[in-house]
T-cell receptor, first 110, second 114 residues
Framework: QKEVEQNSGPLSVPEGAIASLNCTYSDRGSQSFFWYRQYSGKSPELIMFIYSNGDKEDGRFTAQLNKASQYVSLLIRDSQPSDSATYLCAANTNAGKSTFGDGTTLTVKP | DTEVTQTPKHLVMGMTNKKSLKCEQH?????MYWYKQKAKKPPELMFV???????INESVPSRFSPECPNSSLLNLHLHALQPEDSALYLCASSQGRSTNEKLFFGSGTQLSVL
């Protein structure tokens, strides 16, 4: 079992819809969770982080964490074509290492 | 300055060459990282430096040799690489190495080994 798993994708949504990206993790020692966006040919860019159970909102992005279920999600409201990218979920352990999921590729169609 | 700068952006080298990748940050971060990323795969951790000391080496072959000359600079020396080492090499930094650390990535060096 991979330490961090993401829904396999690719995910395609129409412009203006909500995109829902999911991630599960196996290490209960994981403390912090991050979503990075990576455009094709570019490096990852942090867009959200969450440390506590519940929801965290930043603009059109909402991260959700449920430590009991070992589940993290990212919702993108009012999706735009510029949101088309690969989204990487990462979990940090007590050792300070970030473990990445394989990523979910999102396409937002105009 | 919130950037991590990597040079060169592209590198083509033969299997007998010696080259170096360079990374620089001026955010006062005390942890720096090298990741390797193959196409359509997630970044894989190679090395972590914390306060200029090597703290994690993810069993990387010795043909990759990291160096941290000071808190702002990180190098990756390459020697006798194999074609399968062709990948995007990403440098990242974080404030420290607590569990809440966010990674700031450079733009990467696209390496091709012929």
């Amino acid at each position: 079992q991979k330490e961090v798993e993401q829904n396999s994708g690719p995910l395609s949504v129409p412009e203006g819809a909500i995109a829902s990206l999911n991630c599960t993790y196996s290490d209960r020692g994981s403390q912090s969770f991050f979503w990075y966006r990576q455009y094709s040919g570019k490096s990852p860019e942090l867009i959200m982080f969450i440390y506590s159970n519940g929801d965290k909102e930043d603009g059109r992005f909402t991260a959700q964490l449920n430590k009991a279920s070992q589940y993290v999600s990212l919702l993108i409201r009012d999706s735009q074509p510029s949101d088309s990218a690969t989204y990487l979920c990462a979990a940090n352990t007590n050792a300070g290492k970030s473990t990445f999921g394989d990523g979910t590729t999102l396409t937002v169609k105009p | 300055d919130t950037e991590v700068t990597q040079t060169p952006k592209h590198l083509v080298m033969g299997m007998t060459n010696k080259k170096s990748l360079k990374c620089e940050q001026h955010m006062g971060h005390r942890a720096m990282y090298w990741y390797k990323q193959k196409a359509k795969k997630p970044p894989e951790l190679m090395f972590v430096y914390s306060y200029e000391k090597l703290s994690i080496n993810e069993s990387v072959p010795s043909r990759f040799s990291p160096e941290c000359p000071n808190s702002s600079l990180l190098n990756l020396h390459l020697h006798a690489l194999q074609p399968e080492d062709s990948a995007l090499y990403l440098c990242a930094s974080s404030q420290g190495r607590s569990t809440n650390e966010k990674l700031f990535f450079g733009s990467g060096t696209q390496l091709s080994v012929l």
